[in-house]
């Protein structure tokens, strides 16, 4: 039994069962015991791998995008950079290497990365140097337009699950059962915020909620209305969250989510209608990873690429950019939301 694992049945003995967000907050982001706050969780030594590690490709697109949405925008001068959760930073260093040709963009960003990890912080200032001002919530960045990228950041945001009752919903509870972490059913209570997804569910169907992301949402949104800007939002989930979506992966495997928390990541699918709801400004259709990266030339990109290379590194490469796009891979698993002001044109990649 881990540490965290006896800490969480102290607390939940202590005051009773805790919500689903709860547990995942403790898991990920405890002080000492924490998943992301212990470790560098990528590549194959780490639990997953996400697009950016997978091939530059990746970064060097959505870099462009982000540059072209500057450009159709007046190409206002300063403006942020941002990412959230950035990993090992090496999505940004694409985007970087990807636009340092776009005339007047690298003098005018000004690189912000959002990220609660001091581990993750470290490899990063590794990756990027000293360029970077770090911050440990949105709140903190310059009022200025915003460019903006979140790449599997939504995903692991702290989730409450309902479960649909006869007349109300039951909250789903992780609790203390032989000794042990166990989900359980809280009372049947009215839902006010749950009342629109009543014509889509029976009962037991889970509905799950992120506060927190629609709270996000909303930041992004509004800095974007206020003083311009874009943001590309790519995870996986779909355009509105239903079933039992609560995951844990560990070496690269999926397991029990209650079996290790702090040593396995825990993840749930994306709603983004509920970030599109959120934000107050425009945003554009759904659209599957795959579909966003052809339309940004993804493919050839990888036909330069492949030029020079042969043997292994050239199958690596057919690998990576199949991985990416293809539909039975990351290519429909994994959707873009792009927000953008009202009026404007969205992202280049994306459609309203």
């Not at 927190?212 to 995870?235: C, E, H, K, N, V």
């Not at 970030?275 to 050839?300: D, K, M, N, W, Y």
């Not at 039975?328 to 002001?341: I, R």
């Amino acid at each position: 039994m881990s540490t965290l694992t006896q800490h969480l049945l102290a607390r939940i003995e202590a005051h009773g069962p805790m919500t689903v967000a709860d547990y995942m907050g403790e898991a990920l982001l405890h002080p000492t015991l924490g998943y992301y706050t212990t470790r560098d969780p990528l590549g194959a030594a780490g639990d997953f791998t996400t697009a950016p590690e997978i091939s530059q490709m990746f970064g060097e697109l959505i870099g462009l995008s982000l540059a072209q949405a500057w450009l159709d925008q007046g190409a206002r001068a300063p403006f942020t950079l941002a990412e959230l959760g950035p990993g090992r930073g090496t999505l940004m260093d694409d985007i970087l290497r990807a636009t340092r040709a776009v005339p007047g963009f690298h003098a005018a960003a000004q690189i912000h990365l959002v990220e609660a990890s001091p581990t993750l912080r470290a490899k990063q200032r590794d990756t990027l140097g000293d360029q970077v001002t770090w911050h440990d919530s949105l709140d903190t960045l310059p009022d200025q337009p915003l460019y903006l990228i979140a790449n599997e950041f939504f995903d692991a945001l702290p989730i409450r699950q309902y479960q649909r009752g006869s007349e109300g919903w039951h909250e789903r509870l992780i609790a203390m059962r032989d000794g042990a972490l166990a989900f359980a059913l809280g009372p049947e209570l009215p839902q006010l915020h749950l009342t629109h997804r009543l014509a889509d569910t029976v009962q037991d169907n889970i509905v799950e909620t992120c506060p927190q992301a629609s709270a996000i949402a909303d930041q992004i949104g509004t800095r974007i209305r206020d003083a311009g800007g874009a943001a590309l939002l790519i995870d996986y989930g779909d355009w509105r969250a239903q079933g039992d979506t609560l995951q844990a992966l560990q070496d690269h495997a999926f397991i029990d989510p209650l079996a290790a928390p702090g040593s396995s990541d825990l993840t749930a699918h994306v709603d983004f209608e509920a970030l599109a709801q959120a934000a107050p400004c425009a945003h554009s259709r759904l659209t599957p990873q795959g579909v966003f990266l052809e339309r940004l030339g993804i493919t050839a990109r990888a036909q330069a690429l492949a030029a020079n290379l042969s043997g292994a590194a050239l199958a690596s490469h057919i690998a990576a950019h199949r991985r990416l796009t293809h539909p039975e891979e990351m290519g429909n698993l994994f959707k873009v939301l792009a927000l953008f002001p009202e009026g404007g044109t969205p992202p280049a990649g994306c459609t309203t």
